[in-house]
T-cell receptor
């Protein structure tokens, strides 16, 4: 069965520091992978997605993610975090045609 | 451009009362529509999805139901709310390329 694991429930980084949020998935076929961001009390916004091709994908707000099939991972990175990046981040895998299966999320706190 | 609207944004209801959350999409036709629930400290759980008018698929058995009376309207309902129904409900749509676009969410508190 498919699953998405985000092992870090909460991460705190200093403003200007680099960031990496981990995501591991389990899915029998070629995955469609997504990262979404959610500000408090808001809906989810798509940061980036991987369907095929180049395994390093660029997204909005300076984020990027790398698909590593051998590790079943799709980690999200940003070289320099801004205070406005504080939010909750969700990794998701596309299952079939009709569903995205989400991880439990990682809450990011940014220290000035 | 496409937009998605959810209402009400916040709702406080007593146990046993009915529920109706509404979601509408503008700027697209024949979207796939979804209802997700987000409970505190947990990820998003798919509740229902719909690929067309009157076509509803349920992913999780519960006391909630969904209806799609019009192409761009998706309604989440309950006849009698339970405490466990509290959470943040998100409507989403896609045209089929798996990228979901989410509404702003509806926070339901059942007392």
């Amino acid at each position: 069965a498919q699953s998405v694991t985000q092992p870090d429930i909460h991460i705190t980084v200093s403003e200007g520091a680099s960031l990496e949020l981990r995501c591991n998935y389990s899915y029998g076929a070629t995955p469609y992978l997504f990262w979404y961001v959610q500000s408090p009390g808001q809906g989810l916004q798509l940061l980036l997605k991987y369907f095929s091709g180049d395994t390093l994908v660029q997204g909005i707000k300076g984020f990027e993610a790398e698909f590593k099939r051998s590790q079943s991972s799709f980690n999200l990175r940003k070289p320099s975090v801004h205070w406005s990046d504080a939010a909750e981040y969700f990794c998701a895998v596309g299952v079939g045609f009709n569903n995205l299966f989400f991880g439990t999320g990682t809450r990011l706190t940014v220290i000035p | 451009s496409q937009t998605i609207h959810q209402w009400p944004a916040t709702l406080v209801q007593p146990v046993g009362s009915p529920l109706s959350l509404e979601c509408t999409v503008e700027g697209t036709s024949n979207p796939n529509l979804y209802w997700y629930r987000q409970a505190a400290g947990r990820g998003l759980q798919l509740l229902f999805y719909s690929v067309g008018i009157g076509q509803i698929s349920s992913e999780v058995p519960q006391n909630l139901s969904a209806s799609r009376p019009q192409d761009r309207q998706f309604i989440l309902s309950s006849k009698k709310l339970l405490l466990s129904d509290s959470g943040f409900y998100l409507c989403a749509w896609t045209t089929g390329d798996r990228e979901l676009f989410f509404g702003e969410g509806s926070r339901l508190t059942v007392l």
